[in-house]
C-alpha cells in the first residue's frame, strides 16, 4: 500500500537553506504535495508537482522529484523564523478521486 | 473570512458522552473530509464524502460516524467518547479538477477524559 515517510525534525540557522526530505513508495503516485502546518492551524498547501516533472521552482520554494529513488524533497531558501512549522508531504493518483496520503510531518526549526 | 471553519475550536469531554464536531465550508467544494491528526502518526482518513448523498469510510471510522446536511456542511460524532479520541480533527475540502489539492479548516481540539 501507499507509505510516505519523512524524518521527524530539522533544525536550521536564520538565512540558511532548508531542506526537507521525502520518500513514498507507491511508484504510480501522479501528485505529490507539500504542505505547512503552522501552530494552532490547519495544513496549508505550499506547492504541488506532477509526476513528469523533475523540478518546481516558486519564489524561495524549490521542489525536486527523483522518481527513479521514489524521494522528493522541498528546500526553503533563506530560511525565516516565520517558516518555522510543520511540513507534511503527501502523494495521490490522478483520475477521479485518490485517496491522498499524507507523511507525520517533519518539524522545523529556525534558529535566529 | 475563513473558506471552511470548524466548531468547536477546543473541547473537553468524559468517556462515554456522545459529541459532535461540526464543519462548514464556502468553497462551492463537494468533496469534504474528516481526518485526526495524532503525534508520530500524522493524518489518518476517518470519513470522506463526495456529496450530499455519498458516504464513505476511511482507514479509521470505526467509533465515528458522520453527516453530510447539505453541501457546505459536513459533521463528525463520536457516539461514545473513550480517551484514545483524544486528537486533533480536521475537517477539509477539495474541489475534483486538478489535482487533490485539500483545504483544511483550523482544527478542534478534542480531549476525552
Known amino acids: 500500500g501507499e507509505d510516505v515517510e519523512q524524518s521527524l525534525f530539522l533544525s536550521v540557522r536564520e538565512g540558511d537553506s532548508s531542506v526537507i526530505n521525502c520518500t513514498y513508495t507507491?511508484?504510480?503516485?501522479?501528485?505529490l504535495y507539500w504542505y505547512k502546518q503552522e501552530p494552532g492551524a490547519g495544513l496549508q498547501l505550499l506547492t504541488y508537482i506532477f509526476s513528469n516533472m523533475d523540478m518546481k521552482q516558486d519564489q524561495r520554494l524549490t521542489v525536486l522529484l527523483n522518481k527513479k529513488d521514489k524521494h522528493l524533497s522541498l528546500r526553503i531558501a533563506d530560511t525565516q523564523t516565520g517558516d518555522s512549522a510543520i511540513y507534511f508531504c503527501a502523494e495521490s493518483l490522478s483520475g477521479g478521486y485518490q485517496k491522498v496520503t499524507f507523511g507525520i510531518g517533519t518539524k522545523l526549526q529556525v534558529i535566529p | 473570512d475563513a473558506d471552511v471553519t470548524q466548531t468547536p475550536r477546543n473541547r473537553i469531554t468524559k468517556t462515554g458522552k456522545r459529541i459532535m464536531l461540526e464543519c462548514s465550508q464556502t468553497?462551492?467544494?463537494?468533496?469534504m473530509y474528516w481526518y485526526r491528526q495524532d503525534p508520530g502518526l500524522g493524518l489518518r482518513l476517518i470519513y470522506y464524502?463526495?456529496?450530499?448523498?455519498?458516504?464513505n469510510k476511511g482507514e479509521i471510522s470505526d467509533g465515528y460516524s458522520v453527516s453530510r446536511q447539505a453541501q457546505a456542511k459536513f459533521s463528525l460524532s463520536l457516539e461514545s467518547a473513550i480517551p484514545n479520541q483524544t486528537a486533533l480533527y480536521f475537517c477539509a475540502t477539495s474541489d475534483p479538477r486538478g489535482p487533490e489539492t485539500q483545504y483544511f479548516g483550523p482544527g478542534t481540539r478534542l480531549l476525552v477524559l
Open positions: 507507491d511508484s504510480s503516485s501522479t501528485y
Open positions: 468553497k462551492g467544494h463537494d468533496r
Open positions: 464524502s463526495f456529496d450530499v448523498k455519498d458516504i
